[in-house]
Every structure is written in C-alpha cells, then in structure tokens.
Nanobody, 122 residues
Framework: VQLQASGGGLVQTGGSLRLSCTASRRSFETRTLGWFRQAPGREREFVAGFDFGDDSSHYLDSVKGRFTISRNDAKNMIYLQMNSLKPEDTAVYSC????????????????WGQGTQVTVSS
C-alpha cells in the first residue's frame, strides 16, 4: 500500500485547510490510519488517527475541537479538516498506516505518505 498526502498550503491564523490522503489500494491489514506533523527542530508528533477496530478517532490535545479526521472508504481516502489554524500548527503533515490497533507512536506505523507543508501566518 502506498499513501499520498495533499492539500497543504499557506493560510492565515484562524483559517482552514483540508488535507487528503489517498491509499493506492484498500488494505485489510491496516488497523489504524493517522496524521502526523513535524515542525523544524521538533520531533514528529501524532495529530489524529482513526482506528478501524472500533471506528474511533483520536486527537492530539492541542487540536481537539479544531481538527477532524474522516474517511471515504469508496475512494480509499482519509481527510484531516483543520479549522481555526494557529501559527503553532505550522509543520509538514504526513499520513501513515499501521497494522496495530490503537497505534499512536510513529514507530507503530510502517507505511508513510510523503508530507505536505502547512504554514499558518500570524
């Protein structure tokens, strides 16, 4: 399975962006799909994830209420709707897939898409 992320860009504080992640095919081994971000000089961090086992979604505390992860199974896509963006959300965002249920650490994810840059200006 290959993943490809898109939808990044430059937006002002308070603005919105929707990131998309397309999978090359449906993988029944995938248990968790997630979005990560990495800002310059910082470690990669989990932003949001969707667990197929119980259809649950999970978020980094700082994005709760602002970001929403969703999926379109027919198109093999997941999305990250980002609202009320802040300068601290600026980072390269990547989507990733894991065969582990409840995966959160980057090391739990074996399949990664290329990142897309999100820049939030103040």
């Amino acid at each position: 399975v290959q993943l490809q992320a898109s939808g990044g860009g430059l937006v002002q504080t308070g603005g919105s962006l929707r990131l998309s992640c397309t999978a090359s095919r449906r993988s029944f081994e995938t248990r968790t799909l997630g979005w990560f971000r990495q800002a310059p000089g910082r470690e990669r961090e989990f932003v949001a994830g969707f667990d197929f086992g119980d259809d649950s979604s999970h978020y980094l505390d700082s994005v709760k209420g602002r970001f929403t992860i969703s999926r379109n199974d027919a198109k093999n896509m997941i999305y990250l709707q980002m609202n009320s963006l802040k300068p601290e959300d600026t980072a390269v965002y990547s989507c990733a897939g894991s065969t582990r249920r409840g995966a959160r650490a980057p090391t739990d994810f074996l399949v990664w898409g290329q990142g897309t840059q999100v820049t939030v200006s103040s």
